[in-house]
């Protein structure tokens, strides 16, 4: 009786642990929980048909307002979709959703205004025979972590090195209008694109050609907001750019 009473509880405890271990990858990436990134918790993002990414990534936390938030699809999007940044029930997106011309995304604008805090991007993806899907992500706005940022503004042009497989400086501030040279010193082809990978669609004028030793790649940047990018080449290559 006694023997049979342990040999359960053993039995239930190796079971609870096989549960645990099976739902382990969910609960930490969030997909049950939701994602917690700097004490900020996320809930978890609600995913449509043909999706591929989207940037800001779902529960990123940055620090400058996208310049447009991106969503990336595998198949064409149809007439009908769009975007909303959505903070206390305000709409920061700026102007009308437009679908990319290769029809493989769609973007919306985003107030440079924007206050900190966290934002629910809510968007409608229609394909091209008129069904349409509603899905969610979000992420935060934290302008003090700029303060870690390499400070480069008030300069006209600024270079930036590619070499030991790392952009130098990795995080930069630059003023408005300001010419960036990006400039390859690996003996490594580089290149410069934008996120995410593999769409680089958020700025798609921040794509370079391959880069090989000595190559150069120069954008000048009108527009505030933040530029996250990387090397196609070498993914955990990865940069971040605010301008304002
Ligand atoms: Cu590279």
Same mark, same amino acid.
């Given at each position: ?14 079971? @609870? ?8 990858? @969910? ?213 971040? @750019?605010?301008?304002?």
């Amino acid at each position: 009786m006694r023997k049979a009473y342990w040999l359960t509880i053993i039995l239930m405890s190796l079971l @609870l642990l096989l549960v645990i271990g099976a739902y382990r990858p @969910l609960i930490v990436t969030g997909s049950i929980v939701g994602a917690q990134t700097d004490g900020i918790r996320f809930s978890p993002p609600k995913e449509v048909p043909q999706l591929t990414n989207n940037t800001p990534l779902h529960s990123a936390v940055l620090a400058g307002v996208p310049i447009n938030v991106v969503v990336d699809f595998n198949y064409d999007r149809g007439t009908g979709s769009k975007i909303a940044i959505i903070r206390d029930g305000k709409d920061y997106g700026v102007g009308d959703t437009k679908i990319d011309d290769n029809k493989l995304a769609i973007r919306r604008d985003m107030d440079p205004a924007a206050p900190d805090g966290v934002y629910m991007v809510k968007y409608t993806s229609c394909q091209l025979n008129g069904s349409c899907d509603e899905g969610a992500f979000q992420f935060a706005l934290d302008r003090s972590k700029a303060a870690a940022f390499t400070d480069l503004r008030g300069q006209k042009e600024v270079v930036i090195d590619l070499k030991n497989y790392a952009f130098d400086p990795r995080n930069t501030l630059v003023s408005k209008g300001t010419k960036v040279t990006w400039k390859n010193g690996d003996d490594d082809t580089h290149f410069v694109n934008t996120d995410p990978h593999p769409e680089h669609s958020y700025y798609r004028a921040m794509n370079s050609k391959a880069l090989e030793k000595g190559d150069t790649f120069a954008l000048t940047f009108d527009k505030p907001g933040i530029y996250p990018y990387h090397c196609s080449a070498h993914t955990s290559m990865t940069g971040t @750019l605010i301008v304002s």
